[in-house]
């Protein structure tokens, strides 16, 4: 296995250009699991931890390379409630943003936050820069539209508004796999984005839903019913062992439509 | 390839193909066999070290990428005859059976005793639910870790 | 004549000793079994059938043995011995024979130098599988006749009729024991043909039998020793990885060690039988059972381990701790592709414990009687005959004392406030306070103690007495439990020494203690050393013509005539005791007759928040009552019911195996085979009732698989009462208590 540590992010790109499959290595929460389960055997490993630049992160930025440890600590209070269910503490003090993103599993955290929030994946490579909106990179379970020679470099945010919520289902206290996650982001004048994840091939976002929490700055019960149940008509989720397509179409709608509540009060 | 890493306040190197676990070499090349491993997956947290002052699952880390690292082991935080309190309490409280997830709670809660003096029971909880018991159903766990914050 | 006065001892029986073997393991210096190495050692990997029946119809290790570093590959063709392993019935192939009985089944294993390449040497063995339909469904299995036993029971008039009629079906999901550390091994060879063998064993003797069976081997060609363990709660009962690395190491004449991952665990141990009842119970109006039937099958996997045993448990318990003067059973347990069955904590009775005290809930409602009332109307007391077998209780029995406590014990009086870990979801933020709902549920559970049907049980011990105190010598498995500082303090109590060190000796240097399961050891092995000790002492007074005896040697009339030191010169004193509980018997046809030596019981509480329209579940305590004879370490005992209510509680609501259609298993891994985290375990209170028994040391009754049998009904029940739903089924999942039925 060839294994290098750039010092800078140019000489990252620089690795990532040189080699036909390279692996980047960020907290290694993903890839080791890989590496002890599946055993797989990485030929390239280009280690990005030496690189400080994707540990940037202000109210626009979240670099690639900023822990989940330490995003608990966000003001944004979804971002920081997600981020609280990642793993455990251990997994939390090393996983990464951009390791999240690279793996891009249905069930990932940070997922419904970045899409309701209309994020932006910035990728870098020796060819130049990608700044591609959530639903452009995240392209199916496990699947996004990075190169292998790119490196996802971090989240543009939009200005979010203040009232947000998270919400993940699962079946035990800690260290859960979602069954159910959902993020709601509700604006003064009423206009809301609610993602959710673990219920399609990859997170998807309720539009009708959407429409129906929108329509006004007050929300009368009808309209909250109404709103969860196209929550419920617009996922797609399946059955497997962990859950059923029955009870992930009914959650969903009651954690969005909580999500929305606590976004109300 | 060689990494060269600090382990428990000593300079170690070891030799490595390049896929083995921060564990691994641990375990099998450095002869720290207190740290487990239980799960491969970082579920368990038996494998808990203290890496650059964060506890993080050692198996999970690739040993290639702890080149220049300081790690504490639960070798490294006490000895028989000089417990670390943490150690001591646990020992007193009846929180180790059988004993293979001792070392990461041990290490998971020195950290966490080392970094917040007073956690309150829930902080404790909390700071602890990486690290999987089978034989204590963690109420002496906990009892020994509130006995060892007012040692400490 | 001697200054000397003599000290009373400290850490007798009673106290809460601390464990001898706390020190090295809250460093990391205690030596468990993937902590062993030997000079010029090999590294075992085994194959795995990943279908869940099929036939081999190639094999080829030839890929395997051409690899750099690989010194043998054995499979079924190369077992020198009895090809079949088992204790109980030797039906499991030590490796498959050609025909895949399950998934996980092992098909050959590889030794190489180093562990990376005997896994990449193990996966590129060529094996051409052409798969078959496998048998997934007990019922099934049961129209085929593929039954390991089927026990009945039949007492009293099978035309008694009550006032009131409840009947139901409930089904339990397989859990898995999960202990935290995983099988592994080290085998020895000697240079003359023979082995010293280190692996995951409950009783090393019963392993030697089956290994020198398998092996070829005389008796005296294998030594099994004990070495520290990372849990075991019934996994460790049946052979695993032993046979393999044994012959491996025989025939490469290196030592071999294997250590597996989580996967091979999962695939590799037996399971608790998955089960599904079929009851039936009928009362007068005052809520006095007057019959009770029940049809149970148990899924036993693809091969007999224990499974024997474990349906005679469920059958002799079908009924709980009550009286009923007629009751009529048909206990089946089955092969099934499934992985086998076999032994985990409760042994049979956990499954007819959540029938029995789901029906005694619904025979309550029913009756609009209170359901610990009726309980009580109904509580097994000395005196009584078991319900089933028809032998009468002799020993303590407290079961209306441990219903009345646990219900005494004060209710939590919190209430869900804003904080996430004290609401169902947790950290998830799932659920506000007013979408919560409490319930509380109670359950009773019994157990026999030791084992059963007339089987010779026994345990020996030796104690020597030293130049500075006293050895324990013992073949009994220390796997977490504590057992290593009971016999320190009876040995301590019946000796007067403090000074008491316990020796664990291999197969080869004394004789069978028996399991350490069917909570038999604190009474087995505790027995023989407070026997032997008892002994020891006699022949020491003797020897010195004295009175006492204690550290510094013996005494007379308060003055010291010799010392120990002296005593071992002049010995050495060393007694030897084979300790053999009263008898059983076997059942006659209809399942009757003195079945058990003895039993036990404990009464569980639970109170539970529940979220039901997500039908997320925080439990928020649980409370026990539990008849423990004599209490020997309370800290010990206290962590045994703590981690045994653990157990059960996961199965309650979030622990199962889960086979697909197909027979093989999705949730090999701790990512879904949920064990509960310390933000699951609710705070316990725990009321011991001391009734001591006549046969236990100083009164004690074996205690560790109690707090796990009856906390899985507890839980459920309060699940009910929260939610008003049926939950019949075992592990309740959130879409059962969303779509289940009222």
Not at chain 2, 41 to 57: K, M, R, Y
Not at chain 3, 446 to 452: D, G, H, V
Not at chain 3, 603 to 615: I, M, N, Q, S
Not at chain 3, 718 to 739: H, M, Q, S, W, Y
Request: glycine content about 10%.
């Amino acid at each position: 296995m060839e294994y290098v540590r750039p010092k800078a992010l140019g000489e990252a790109l620089d690795a990532l250009a040189a080699f036909d499959d390279p692996t980047p290595l960020a907290g290694g929460t993903d890839l080791m699991v890989e590496v002890n389960l599946s055993h797989r055997r990485p030929d390239v490993v280009v280690s990005l931890r030496a690189l400080d630049e994707l540990r940037r992160w202000d109210d626009t930025w979240i670099g690639a390379g900023v822990t989940f440890a330490r995003l608990e600590g966000a003001d944004d209070p979804a971002l920081a409630q997600l981020a609280r269910t990642v793993g455990s503490p251990q997994i939390r003090a090393a996983a990464t943003l951009g390791g999240n993103l690279g793996t891009a599993s249905p069930a990932g955290d940070s997922l419904p936050f970045l899409a309701a929030a209309d994020a932006h994946v910035v990728l870098q490579s020796t060819a130049g820069e990608r700044r591609l909106r959530w639903d452009e990179f995240f392209v199916g379970p496990k699947q996004t539209v990075r190169r292998p020679d790119e490196l996802i470099v971090g989240v543009e945010l939009p200005s979010r508004p203040e009232r947000q919520a998270f919400a993940k289902v699962g079946v035990r206290q800690a260290m859960v796999i979602s069954v159910v996650s959902c993020c709601v982001l509700r604006d003064p004048s009423g206009v809301t984005r609610v993602a959710l994840g673990s219920v399609g091939p990859t997170v998807l976002r309720a539009t009708g839903a959407e429409e129906v929490a929108s329509q006004a700055v007050r929300l009368t019960d009808t309209d909250l019913e109404e709103f969860q149940r196209r929550v419920s008509a617009e996922v797609r989720p399946i059955t497997d062992h962990r859950s059923t397509a029955e009870y992930r179409r009914h959650a969903a709608g009651v954690v969005a439509r909580r999500a929305l509540e606590r976004c109300l009060r | 390839m060689i990494v060269q890493l600090t382990v428990n306040g000593e300079d170690r190197h070891a030799e490595v193909a390049g896929w083995e676990s921060l564990l691994w070499v641990l375990r099998e090349d450095l002869g720290l066999t207190g740290t487990k491993g239980a799960c491969e997956q970082g579920e368990c947290g038996s494998c808990s070290v203290i890496l650059d002052g964060e506890v993080v699952c050692s198996c999970l880390v690739m040993a290639a990428d702890a080149d220049g690292a300081d790690v504490t082991t639960v070798e490294g935080l006490g000895t028989p005859e000089d417990l670390h309190p943490v150690q001591e309490a646990f020992v007193a409280e009846g929180a180790v059976q059988c004993g293979y997830c001792t070392p990461g709670l041990v290490v998971a809660a020195a950290h966490l005793l080392e970094t917040n003096r007073r956690p309150e029971p829930d902080q404790i909880r909390e700071a602890l639910s990486g690290n999987l018991c089978r034989c204590t159903g963690y109420g002496a766990v906990l009892r020994a870790i509130e006995a060892a914050r007012e040692a400490m | 004549m001697s200054v000397e006065t003599r000290r009373r001892i400290r850490g007798g029986v009673g106290e809460s000793v601390i464990r001898p073997d706390g020190v090295p393991k809250v460093c990391g210096a205690f030596q468990y079994l993937d902590d062993l190495r030997a000079e010029g050692m090999l590294w075992a990997a085994t194959r795995r059938a990943t279908v869940a029946r099929g036939r081999i119809v190639a094999l080829d290790a030839g890929p395997a043995l051409a690899m750099p570093g690989v010194r043998d590959v054995i499979t079924f063709a190369d077992v020198p011995g009895r090809p079949h392993q088992g204790q109980i019935v030797p039906d499991q192939p030590v490796l498959c024979d050609g025909e895949i009985r399950h998934w996980g089944e092992a098909i050959a294993v590889v030794a190489a130098d180093d562990p990376e390449t005997a896994r990449l040497a193990a996966e590129a063995i060529t094996v051409d599988v052409e798969e078959l339909e496998p048998v997934v469904d007990v019922e099934r299995a049961l129209e085929l006749g593929d039954v390991f036993r089927h026990f009945p029971v039949r007492r009293g008039d099978p035309d008694a009729r009550g006032d009131v009629v409840v009947e139901g079906f409930y089904e339990m999901g397989t859990q898995d024991q999960a202990p935290l550390g995983t099988e592994a091994g080290l085998a020895v060879p000697d240079g003359h043909g023979g082995v010293d063998l280190w692996g995951p064993s409950q009783w090393t003797h019963v392993d030697h039998e089956q290994l020198v069976a398998c092996l070829g081997l005389r008796p005296e060609e294998l030594r099994v020793h004990i070495s520290g363990l990372g849990g075991a709660f019934g996994a460790r009962e049946d052979l695993t990885l032993q046979t393999h690395i044994a012959l491996l190491a025989l025939r490469t004449g290196r030592p071999v060690k294997q250590h597996y991952d989580r996967a091979d665990s999962f695939a590799a141990h037996v399971k608790r039988h998955a089960a599904r009842m079929w009851y039936r119970h009928e009362a007068d109006r005052d809520g006095r059972l007057v019959k009770v039937e029940a049809r149970m099958i148990l899924d036993g996997g693809a091969y007999q381990m224990t499974s024997q045993a474990v349906i005679a448990n469920a059958a002799t318990f079908a009924v709980g701790p009550y009286r009923c003067p007629n009751t009529f059973v048909d206990a089946y347990v089955v092969r099934t592709n499934h992985p086998p069955a076999g032994a985990m904590r409760g042994f049979g009775t956990n499954q007819a414990c959540f029938a029995a005290e789901s029906q005694m809930d619904r025979l309550a409602a029913e009756l609009g009687i209170d359901p610990l009332e009726l309980r009580l109307r109904n509580a097994l007391e000395p005196g009584d005959a078991l319900a089933t077998t028809g032998q009468v209780v002799t020993e303590p029995l407290p079961t209306s004392e441990v219903i009345r406590s646990v219900a005494a014990l004060p209710l939590p009086d919190d209430e869900p406030g804003n904080d996430p870990l004290r609401l169902p979801g947790g950290t998830g933020l799932t659920t506000p306070p007013d979408r919560v709902v409490r319930g509380v549920g109670y359950a009773v559970g019994i157990k026999n103690l030791a084992f059963s049907e007339g089987f010779d049980d026994y345990a020996e011990a030796r104690v020597t007495l030293t130049a500075d105190g006293a050895e324990v010598h013992t073949a009994a498995i220390e796997v977490g439990q504590g057992m290593v500082t009971v016999l320190i303090q009876i040995a301590r109590s019946v000796l007067g020494i403090e000074n008491v060190q316990v020796v664990f000796d291999d197969t080869a240097k004394i004789g069978s203690a028996g399991s350490s399961s069917a909570s038999r050891q604190t009474q087995m092995a505790g027995g023989a050393v407070l026997r032997a000790a008892e002994a020891a002492r006699s022949a020491a007074l003797a020897l010195a013509g004295g009175d006492d005896l204690d550290d510094l040697g013996v005494w007379r009339d308060g003055e010291l005539v010799m010392t120990l030191a002296e005593l071992a010169e002049r010995g050495p004193i060393s007694e030897w005791v084979r300790f053999r509980h009263p008898d059983t018997e076997p059942p006659d046809e209809h399942g009757q007759g003195h079945l058990h030596v003895d039993f036990s019981v404990a009464a569980h509480r639970a109170v539970v928040d529940v979220d039901p329209e997500l039908g997320l579940v925080r439990v928020v305590q649980i409370d026990i009552a539990q008849d423990v004879g004599r209490v020997i370490n309370p800290v010990q005992l206290r962590g045994q019911i703590e981690g045994g209510i653990a157990q059960g509680m996961g199965w309650a609501i979030m622990e199962e195996l889960v086979f697909r259609d197909d027979g093989t298993v999705a949730n090999p891994t701790f990512t879904d085979y949920l064990l509960p985290t310390i933000l699951d375990m609710p705070p316990v209170e725990a009321v011991l009732v001391e009734q001591p028994g006549t046969w236990g040391p100083f009164g004690a009754k074996g205690m560790a698989e109690l707090p796990t049998v009856s906390v899985t009904p507890a839980v459920v029940a309060a699940i009910r009462d929260a939610t008003g739903k049926a939950l019949r089924r075992v592990p309740v999942r959130p879409e059962d208590i969303v779509f289940g039925d009222g």
